[in-house]
């Protein structure tokens, strides 16, 4: 008799998404990229190592950490962009459970087909602004 586990792991796919984004999470919310420690390892940004200018996702790891005290000003403070995306992917999750499990079925702003373009002039705009060095964009930096 042969089994068929592909149907078995399909089944169950969000468990190969959960369970490292659980560890990653716990890693970042026990470590403090804003302070270099020894035995913990961060990573550097490579287009910023290289250029000196901040790309979108630069201080996204200590926003992140920052996120996960419940830190939003300093957050924000760090990357902006990257708070506003949490809420997105929090909406998307929070559409996706209730769509399957949940008997009505709730808004879901990422289906619209502007929504990615918008997103991705936002992330484009925000590259740019937060490598101007003129002062109300200064802020944008990490």
Known sequence: MIINYSKKILKYWYLF???PVFFI???YYLNDPGITQEGT?????P???VTGLHC???GSQRAIHDILHIRILEAIKHNALLVVVS???FNKAYAFFTHKYAPSYHYDLNGKSWFTYAIVAAVMLFWV???IPIHPFTHLAP
Do not use: E, K, M, S
């Open 56 to 58: 979108p996702g630069c």
């Open 41 to 45: 390892v961060f990573a550097v940004c």
């Open 25 to 27: 999470t716990r890693y």
């Open 47 to 49: 287009f910023h190592h």
């Open 87 to 89: 809420l997105i992917l």
């Open 129 to 131: 602004l937060r490598n």
């Open 17 to 19: 998404l959960v369970i």
